[in-house]
């Protein structure tokens, strides 16, 4: 069974960082694209913030680009999200995506439960 679980989400001040981590059971993590999405208050769709795929490339959403880090650590199968100078606009509940690339079907999303992330003074 795929569990998907993130940890790492806090109240934290403008300027600050964190890091979030996203840790995957059931043996799919290695054949899977990663990424980090986020849902802000009062808004009901959430946002894509990066991805890492199986290769190691990655992808950021523009507001986030050079502040943002995601990375992947396949023998932990495990993702991070390392956030610098963090925003207000920064705060929401932060999910994991697994992306799991099946070779014969089509590719099946995992999701977590989500961290909550608060930027505020």
């Known amino acids: 069974q795929v569990q998907v679980v993130e940890s790492g989400g806090a109240l934290v001040q403008p300027g600050g960082s964190l890091r979030l981590s996203c840790a995957v059971s059931?043996?799919?993590?290695?054949?899977?694209?990663m990424g980090w999405y986020r849902q802000a208050p009062g808004k009901q769709q959430r946002e894509f913030v990066a991805?890492?795929?199986?290769?190691?490339?990655?992808n950021y959403i523009g507001v986030v680009r050079g502040r943002f880090t995601i990375s992947r650590d396949n023998a932990k199968n495990t993702v991070y999200l390392q956030m610098n100078s963090l925003e207000p606009a920064d705060t929401a509940v932060y999910y994991c995506?697994?992306?799991?690339?099946?070779?014969?079907?089509?590719?099946?999303?995992?999701w977590g439960q989500g961290t909550q992330v608060t930027v505020s003074a």
């Open positions: 991805t890492v795929n199986r290769s190691g490339v990655t």
């Open positions: 995506n697994a992306h799991f690339i099946r070779s014969f079907a089509s590719p099946q999303d995992y």
């Open positions: 059931g043996n799919i993590f290695s054949a899977s694209d």
